[in-house]
């Protein structure tokens, strides 16, 4: 694959929720920069058009089929990478869901199925990537898509913003122990990208205006533009960078943004 740069060149790198959105573009920009990608999703029809277009654009790429919360199918995803790279260099948690439920409305359900994928699914990613690369002596990173609900919760998002703020503490945990290992282990907390997950969002008018009056850049984000800091995160640029929760959010969560658009003047507000 051309590319004017190569950072990972034969580095084996595994992406969880590679079939679309914010994973579907780290697969991309890792494949871009010489990667061999083993992309673990678990829609089938998705990750396979999303595999061979990468495929078709140079990058090599490896589709898995599987759960992130069942731990086989993680270490399927993992043993692959090292069965076609001869190592694992990068492991990134990007798989996750979401429901937005009354907090005294949230059932046992909600709760299993959305810790299960978010939680318990990094946790499984982080512990395999981990073993396998002390295992192998590699120095290795990785990075866990985290959420500005870690540590901004929203109403409604019990399960949601309890698995984020959850990812945090797996992150800094591994980042603890695993540095001894020359394993660095950082996170990433995207704002609003424009990906499936939050059309809900983007695509209804009324929401949609209440979040962008939140987020001072005055727009959403798209996934290649939280790919490319993953990437950054997990190359030796940031090879002293460790533990540490990255927000990349248009300045949403940076404090209270002032009323109204920029250019509107307010009442009493010299500008
Ligand atoms: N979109 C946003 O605004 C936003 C904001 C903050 C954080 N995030 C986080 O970014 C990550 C990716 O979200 P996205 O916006 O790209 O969503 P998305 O729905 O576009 O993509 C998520 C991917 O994860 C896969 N997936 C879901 N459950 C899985 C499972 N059990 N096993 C394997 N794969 C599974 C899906 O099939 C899908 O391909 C999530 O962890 C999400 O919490 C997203």
């Not at 396979?48 to 790429?61: D, F, H, K, L």
């Not at 008018?205 to 962008?212: C, G, I």
């Amino acid at each position: 694959m051309s590319t004017t740069e190569a950072r990972f060149a034969d580095k084996g790198v595994v992406v969880t929720g590679a079939a679309q959105g914010i994973g579907r573009a780290v697969a991309k920009a890792f494949a871009a920069e010489g990667a061999g990608v083993v992309m673990l999703d678990n829609e089938a029809d998705v990750l396979g058009q999303t595999a061979e277009a990468i495929r078709g654009s140079g990058g090599a790429v490896e589709a898995v089929v599987g759960d992130v919360s069942r731990r086989e199918d993680v270490r399927k995803a993992v043993e692959l990478a090292i069965a076609k790279s001869g190592h694992l260099d990068v492991a990134v948690q990007v798989a996750g869901i979401a429901d937005f439920i009354p907090f005294l409305e949230v059932t046992d359900a909600s709760w299993d199925r959305i810790l299960d994928v978010n939680l318990r699914g990094t946790w499984y990613l982080v512990q395999e990537a981990g073993r396998a690369m002390v295992r192998q002596g590699i120095h290795g990173a990785i990075a866990i898509t985290a959420s500005t609900n870690a540590f901004q919760p929203e109403a409604g998002g019990l399960c949601y913003n309890t698995s984020k703020s959850g990812q945090v503490a797996v992150m800094h945990t591994a980042a603890l122990e695993l540095i001894r290992h020359g394993i660095r282990v950082n996170a990433l907390s995207p704002g609003i990208i424009n990906t499936r997950l939050s059309a809900f969002v983007i695509n209804n008018p009324e929401a949609r205006k209440v979040m962008l009056d939140r987020i001072p850049i005055g727009r959403f984000a798209e996934p290649e533009e939280m790919a490319r800091p993953i990437l950054w995160m997990c190359s030796d640029d940031a090879s002293y960078l460790s533990g540490e929760l990255l927000v990349v959010d248009g300045a949403m969560t940076a404090g209270i943004p002032e009323p109204g658009t920029l250019d509107v003047p307010m009442p009493g507000v010299v500008r």
